[in-house]
C-alpha cells in the first residue's frame, strides 16, 4: 500500500500563486509515477501533471502549460505542483495519485490522496 497526503490548497485571486505538495508513504517502490489530478463540479476528473520518480519525465496538459510545474524531490518522497497565473477555471479538488507508468489516464493509477481544494477568485 502506499498513503498520499495532499497540502498546500486554499483561496487565491485571480493571477496568483499557490504551490501544492504530496508526501508518499508505504511500499512507494511499487510506483514509478505520481500524478496530479483535478476535479471541479461537475466536470470529469483531468490529469494537469505527471512525473516519473526514475527519470524525472513529466507530462503537462495543454490547459496548464507554462502555468503548472510539476517536480519531485525523491530524498523526501515528495512530489510538488507549483500553480502560477491562477485563473478562476483552475478551481476544483486537486488529487495526487501513484501508478506505475507516466499516463494522463485516471485508471493506471492505483493510490490516491484525499484532495485538496483550490479555489481561485475573479
Known amino acids: 500500500q502506499v498513503q498520499l497526503v495532499e497540502s498546500g490548497g486554499g483561496l487565491v485571486q485571480a493571477g496568483g500563486s499557490l504551490r501544492l505538495s504530496c508526501a508518499a508513504s508505504g511500499r512507494t517502490s511499487s510506483t514509478d509515477t505520481m500524478g496530479w489530478f483535478r476535479q471541479a463540479p461537475g466536470k470529469e476528473r483531468e490529469c494537469v501533471a505527471a512525473?516519473?520518480?526514475?527519470?524525472?519525465?513529466?507530462y503537462n496538459a495543454d490547459s496548464v502549460k507554462g502555468r503548472f510545474t510539476i517536480s519531485r524531490d525523491n530524498a523526501k518522497n515528495t512530489v510538488y505542483l507549483q500553480m502560477n497565473s491562477l485563473k478562476p477555471e483552475d478551481t476544483a479538488i486537486y488529487y495526487c495519485?501513484?501508478?506505475?507508468?507516466?499516463?494522463?489516464?485516471?485508471?493506471?493509477?492505483?493510490?490516491w490522496g484525499q484532495g485538496t481544494q483550490v479555489t481561485v477568485s475573479s
Open positions: 512525473i516519473t520518480w526514475s527519470l524525472g519525465n513529466r
Open positions: 495519485a501513484a501508478g506505475r507508468r507516466l499516463s494522463a489516464v485516471s485508471n493506471d493509477y492505483d493510490y
